[in-house]
């Protein structure tokens, strides 16, 4: 557990970092509040980050709505958001300082050359004759990484073999995910990350990068995904809903119970807040001194 610090607060910085390629719908709510609450049971801090680089996908005013959401429902981050459309500099020299430790490769290979699971190191020795770099790759070191989930418990994954050399930087130019998010959390301090079970296979890949630059990788929780009736993610691609403001109770309990508790019968958000975060704290064992 982590040491409090001066003024009651816990070191524990955690942050919700929704894409604004739509608003907040049932699904996103899970991961808002699952952070939001093991932040708030750590007596900690809930850093908003909005992930809008994938720039393409991007709705204008999305990030303002996703901020009234989730502010209607009593959910208040404690300090500025940050926008990784405004940090290209920082993933720049971040990706400089890779490739000058020989940690990246250009990779020329289209969709249609890659065959299905890892990537087979087709470039990394350097491109075949009169082709040009498209995407950027980083060589994934050999051997086992592991990790500790808070939800899953015990995680392993030979990057190398099961996922092979990935990409950092698209062949669109777009920064890739696995990039900014270990740059990110590891900027901001990050020392928890709650997030969905769909990204639990990323962990390993990230951890990793996280290692190459001398961040801390946080501990990870990954908490179940939300369902449509035919079994997929609930997204914004499949069209779900957004959010139910003028019914804010309801809308909060059934995110609560699809993390697995009752019902609360409080009659206010700052209320539901209050016993969530309490009964969060008791089934995690969470125990903190402020
Ligand atoms: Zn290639």
């Not at 999305?62 to 990784?84: C, F, N």
């Not at 459309?85 to 400089?96: D, G, I």
Request: a neutral charge; proline letters at 6%.
């Amino acid at each position: 557990m982590a040491l409090p610090v001066p003024g009651g607060k816990s070191s524990y910085r955690g942050r919700f970092a929704p894409s604004p390629s739509g608003v907040l719908h049932d699904g996103s709510l899970l991961t808002a509040m699952a952070s939001f609450l093991d932040a708030r049971a750590h007596k900690g801090q809930w850093l908003l980050r909005i992930e809008d680089i994938d720039t393409p996908r991007v709705v204008p005013g999305a990030d303002r709505i996703i901020m009234q959401q989730l502010q209607a429902l009593g959910m208040q981050w404690d300090e500025s958001p940050v926008w990784q459309s405004q940090r290209h500099a920082l993933y720049q020299a971040t990706f400089n300082r890779l490739a000058e430790q020989n940690l990246l490769y250009g990779c020329a290979c289209t969709r249609q050359e890659l065959s299905w699971g890892p990537y087979q190191g087709t470039c990394r020795n350097g491109l075949p004759a009169g082709r040009q770099a498209r995407a950027w790759r980083f060589k994934a070191a050999p051997g086992t990484e592991y990790f500790h989930d808070r939800w899953h418990g015990p995680q392993q994954q030979d990057v190398a073999t099961e996922v092979g050399d990935f990409i950092v930087k698209r062949a669109d130019g777009v920064w890739a995910y696995q990039l900014v998010v270990v740059i990110d959390d590891g900027d901001q301090g990050i020392t928890d990350i709650v997030r969905g079970a769909d990204l639990l296979d990323s962990t390993a890949r990230q951890q990793m990068l996280a290692r190459s630059l001398g961040i801390d990788y946080p501990s990870t929780m990954h908490i179940p995904l939300l369902l449509d009736q035919a079994g997929r993610k609930l997204s914004k691609q499949n069209h779900a809903v957004a959010l139910d403001l003028a019914h804010a109770m309801p809308t909060l309990n059934k995110a609560w119970q699809a993390l697995g508790f009752l019902a609360l019968p409080e009659t206010s958000p700052y209320a539901f807040w209050q016993t969530a975060q309490e009964q969060w704290a008791r089934r995690f064992n969470i125990r903190c001194l402020a």
